[in-house]
T-cell receptor, first 112, second 113 residues
Framework: SQQGEEDPQALSIQEGENATMNCSYKTSINNLQWYRQNSGRGLVHLILIRSNEREKHSGRLRVTLDTSKKSSSLLITASRAADTASYFCATDSNQAGTALIFGKGTTLSVSS | DAGVTQSPTHLIKTRGQQVTLRCSPKSGHDTVSWYQQALGQGPQFIFQYYEEEERQRGNFPDRFSGHQFPNYSSELNVNALLLGDSALYLC????????????FGPGTRLLVL
């Protein structure tokens, strides 16, 4: 079963605009990670935010985490055509193990 | 520094056959996990290997088995292939001492006819 659910499922924007994707999850977590996937290839790790953190930045990426609402958001600022990809959030249950549980992803299309 | 590598990149099999996929972890990593990603879905956890033993398993049947070698590389074996096994199989590695970021390989795309 999939824990994370990304919203929206698809997003189309113009270059230079900001893109915001949301993720909700069900159980308590140790951390939450965001990954990018281009055209069905491997996953590229973008950013990790720990359960005791509320916001994290990396370049044009900003991630927030609200553990009370069991939700996270990924903001990509000043988007580029190269940002076109699928974006997944992944959580690891703090109960046992480090298996990542992924949502179905958000497909982002950035047009020039 | 080589990242996670997987072989082969693509594979076509027929129903009932068996397949073996291979993964070499990122340098310095000792833990390998396998994921199955069906078209249009997020990856689903199959199992994880550490110290040559299966440490954690997802909701996959016994037809899915694996192995980890002393050099930390790993194999995923799938027996009695079904059409529904067609997917992208992803390998991820990490260092057990840091239970955080997992790095993924490019995947093996398996098509079962």
């Amino acid at each position: 079963s999939q824990q994370g659910e990304e919203d929206p499922q698809a997003l189309s924007i113009q270059e230079g605009e900001n893109a915001t994707m949301n993720c909700s999850y069900k159980t308590s977590i140790n951390n939450l990670q965001w990954y990018r996937q281009n055209s069905g290839r491997g996953l590229v790790h973008l950013i990790l935010i720990r359960s005791n953190e509320r916001e994290k930045h990396s370049g044009r990426l900003r991630v927030t985490l609200d553990t009370s609402k069991k939700s996270s958001s990924l903001l990509i600022t000043a988007s580029r055509a190269a940002d076109t990809a699928s974006y997944f959030c992944a959580t690891d249950s703090n109960q046992a193990g480090t298996a990542l549980i992924f949502g179905k992803g958000t497909t982002l299309s950035v047009s020039s | 520094d080589a990242g996670v590598t997987q072989s082969p990149t693509h594979l076509i099999k027929t129903r009932g056959q068996q397949v073996t996929l291979r993964c070499s972890p990122k340098s310095g990593h000792d833990t390998v996990s396998w994921y199955q990603q069906a078209l249009g879905q997020g990856p689903q956890f199959i199992f994880q290997y550490y110290e040559e033993e299966e440490r954690q398993r997802g909701n996959f049947p016994d037809r899915f088995s694996g192995h980890q070698f002393p050099n930390y590389s790993s194999e995923l074996n799938v027996n009695a292939l079904l059409l529904g096994d067609s997917a992208l199989y992803l390998c991820a590695s990490r260092f057990a001492g840091r239970q955080e970021t997992q790095y993924f390989g490019p995947g093996t795309r398996l098509l079962v006819l």
